[in-house]
């Protein structure tokens, strides 16, 4: 199955793999979303959405619909 | 005018990175807030000394994240840059980026430095830097960047003298780009070039891709041939970005150092607390709670002090001025007029200070964060927490906060509903009504009565917001995806002089914006209810004697008397009597009648037209208006005119009705049509005269 950010948990870490550009607004990308960039999930707000993110060290929050469309791959195996 | 010698500066960085703090420290109060034409966007000017003599015109342009605009705010900054006939077009750029964010604010800095513009790159927040574990080898970045670099702190006030030094040596800044983005597409990029030789390519870019005037070029030339389906563009946006990005990251690899084994961060602690599931609601309505409770506490001894003050200035006025009709008009029309606005300053001014403090401070993002699921479920965003809590300072302000909402559906509803929450302009008709018809008393030992009708006015306000935009949500077919991206900034103090400089200038503003209004008003008012048409005016003395033949009154009752005929038989009282069978269902009489017109253009004329009406021909001025309206009684049914089944109703009546012409005009700029104020107007009215009609006949 593929990853995305949606998938994460609290405080786990990946690497954002790729995205439709279609699906996400430029503003995301222009806040560091982008290919080969770490991505950390430092909350997951009460009601499980949104997600409060480091990504590329800016501290964002956006909504699991959008962090659905972003593949990432688990830090482990990037790693290797 | 000087302002041929002063050096255009222009203020442009992401938001949160305190570039309104730079902006304050550079100009102090020398500061003017406008509008951009056409659009409610504000614009900021202040004026800077700098050495040698020389000064500087300093504009703060609104925060962007990039030269991608998605927002009038964005547009702003953009059509600045790119329209060199612009009387404020910038001699030199400052880019002002946060000291953490440094890698995210650089993106817009490349692109800036694109368009040959002399740039100063200003790392604010240095104070910080020990702090993160963060050191910079700013001769590296200076010539990576192809720029200057003032590392500052707008906090502590350090730095500040050698950007102003930089500043006046604008022009030996070089002004090369600092990377060649056009490779991201060649073959594009150098089509481009041919067909327009003598224009900048990334200027060409932007024309192509944002939707802004740009004065030299037709656009629809260059889209024409040039344009590509908006797939293909956010590509080539998407891959601009990539290369930006890869650029800084080979810059900062060498020239910035984090060592995060002394990066110190108390954000991580706080949001634990403060984004969590039970304790993050607990303080979010415990500082709503606060927030309201001590607006009505500290408020309330200024506002007695400036209500009795205004009443004695009406005294003194009448007393020592020359009897006549300017007297008259100055005693009976502005002072109380002018009363009627001066009262609001102090819970505007509180609102205000405690809004300014929450945005400072980040805690604001927060609170988005944590409603956001809450919110959708009602088709808002937790983006229109913000402008539904400004809202009950003034709609205003609140519609144009919404700005920042990402999806046009949310955004919509929250403009749509916003007008609903309890604003200060209905405040004054609220306090004025609660102490009329509802007992000082205490239930349950501690809670005052009078103040928890005010709560659950609030309530009301807030609750049917939220209702209407839940059936707006179903009713309105509008799809759209739905994008939200918020910025969570690091937790700061909130900085006194940004927060007092904000609540200055957002008092001013709104004291100004209405205060025209209220004084127009309450002149027309004054003349219409001291002039009137035909003998039953003209003759009121001597048909009042008439009909008192048998039984003379004394001469206080027989002025009195006058002056009530009078006043009924004036203009203003002949509108009042026209509206009577309409609002009599509601419990209202003719008097109140003329305060519901003219409070139509704002609400708070309601107590100033009350105060004029009941100060017309009245020759003891001291008495408040409160005191009037309590004696007031009914001709017809001899009963007091204020009683409680009328307050409730007019309370009822302002809760719900659209009685602002400054909102409806800010709606309908913002949504760019009629139709959304128009919705607003019959449908808030509707209910309101349905609700008051319903309660009056039930409570009578």
Partial sequence: MRQTIASLKKGEKAVIRDFDVEAIPLKLLEMGCLPGNLVEVLQVAPLGDPLYLNINGSHLAIRLETAREIAIDPLTITLQ | MTSTKNINVALIGNPNTGKTSVFNQLTGLNQQVGNYPGITVEKKIG?????????????????TYSLNASSIDENVVIEMLLNKNDKLYPDVVLVVADVENLKRNLLLFTQIKDLEIPTILVINMADRMGAKGISLDVPYLEAQLKTKIAVISSRKGTGIDELKKLIVAYQSLPTEPCLNASIIDPEYFNRLRKTFPNQLLYKLWLVITQ???????????????????????????????IKRYQFINEVLKDGQKINLATAKDFRIQLDRILTHKV??????????FVIFQSIFSWS????????????????????????GVLTDLIAQGIIPGIGGIVIFIPQIAFLFLFISMLEESGYMSRVVFLMDKIMRRFGLSGKSVVPLISGTACAIPAIMATRNIENWKERLITILVTPFTTCSARLPVYAII?????????????LNLQGLTLMLLYLIGFGTAIVAAYLLNKILKINGKTYFVVEMPGYKLPMFKNVSLNVLEKTKAFVWGAGKIILAISIVLWFLASSGPGNAFHHADQIVAAQHLSEPLSATDFENAVASQKLENSYIGIMGKAIEPAIAPLGYDWKIGIALISSFAAREVFVGTLATIYSVGDTDNENTIKNKMQTEIHPDTGQKVFNFATGISLLLFYAFAMQCASTLAITKKETNSWKWPATQLVLMSGLAYLVALVTYQILK
């Fill in chain 2, 211 to 241: 939707d802004v005037n740009f004065a030299q070029l037709d656009r629809n030339e260059i889209r024409n041939s040039y344009t590509r389906s908006q797939t293909e563009l956010k590509k080539i946006q998407q891959k601009e970005t």
């Fill in chain 2, 300 to 323: 309330a001894v200024p506002m007695d002090f400036i209500d009795s003050t205004f009443a004695s200035l009406s005294t003194l006025a009448a007393q020592h001025l020359p009897a």
């Fill in chain 2, 47 to 63: 004026f800077c000394k700098l050495p040698y003599n020389i000064k500087a015109n300093i504009l703060d342009l609104p925060g």
């Fill in chain 2, 434 to 446: 609660i102490a009329l018809v509802i007992p000082e008393k205490r239930v349950l030992g501690i």
């Fill in chain 2, 279 to 288: 304790w993050g609601y607990a303080i979010f309505f415990a500082i709503l």
